[in-house]
């Protein structure tokens, strides 16, 4: 079975702070992808990342970052220097290697203020 | 390239009624996957379609169906509605690098 699990469900910071939003996942899977969403508002999904489970390369664009550790199961997303524009729910999800089915984490809901 | 689509955008039925959405996948792209999300619930999976056949189903009672036609638009059906069944829809082309913007479907 796989689980998805963001242990935050709520986070407010100032603008100009960092800010590291948790991911755990558990799957028997050796072939696996993670990703992780932002969902503004509106309601749509936006795609931040998709990491497979053989790249272990921590990854960085512009404010966001992402730290995969597969010793820990974890799969760290970091924004830094938050803006107002940051305020959404963001999801960390986990798809096994062989089917397109996402297991989604409940959510952290981040709130970024002036 | 158009991304995903995704219609109605907003829906209000009755219980016991049936409802479709719609949604068509990027242009080009074959497989489509179907998510609801529900405060209580979350973000679940309800099935997968690659070139019209139906590869992976959640776990979700037969009520849910859902196909794909050739051009690779998929609907997604809804029979008997129950109030559980408020929710928003959303589908996913690429193996869910893009969804779309979902449906809301209202549930009275």
């Known amino acids: 079975a796989q689980k998805v699990t963001q242990a935050q469900t709520e986070i407010s910071v100032v603008e100009k702070e960092d800010v590291t939003l948790d991911c755990v996942y558990e799957?028997?899977?050796?072939?696996?992808?993670l990703f992780w969403y932002k969902q503004p508002p509106s309601g749509e999904l936006v795609f931040l990342i998709r990491?497979?489970?053989?790249?272990?390369q921590n990854e960085i664009s512009g404010r966001y970052s992402w730290n995969f550790q597969k010793s820990t199961s974890s799969f760290n997303f970091t924004i830094t220097a938050s803006q107002v524009v940051d305020s959404a729910v963001y999801f960390c999800?986990?798809?096994?290697?062989?089917?397109?089915?996402?297991?989604f984490g409940t959510g952290t809901r981040l709130q970024v203020t002036l | 390239k158009a991304g995903v689509t995704q219609t109605p955008r907003y829906l209000i039925k009755t219980r016991g009624q049936q409802v479709t959405l719609s949604c068509s996948p990027i242009s080009g792209h074959r497989s489509v996957s179907w998510y609801q999300q529900t405060p209580g619930q979350g973000l679940q999976f309800l099935f997968e379609?690659?070139?019209?056949?139906?590869?992976n189903k959640g776990n979700f009672p037969g009520r849910f169906s859902g196909r794909q036609f050739s051009n690779s638009r998929s609907e997604m059906n809804v029979s008997t509605l129950e109030l559980g069944d408020s929710a928003l829809y959303l589908c996913?082309?690429?193996?869910?690098?893009?969804f779309g913007p979902g449906t809301r479907l209202t549930v009275t």
């Open positions: 799957t028997r899977d050796t072939t696996y992808y």
């Open positions: 379609y690659f070139s019209e056949t139906q590869r």
């Open positions: 996913a082309s690429v193996y869910e690098q893009y």
């Open positions: 990491r497979n489970s053989f790249d272990e």
């Open positions: 999800a986990l798809r096994p290697g062989t089917a397109s089915k996402l297991t």
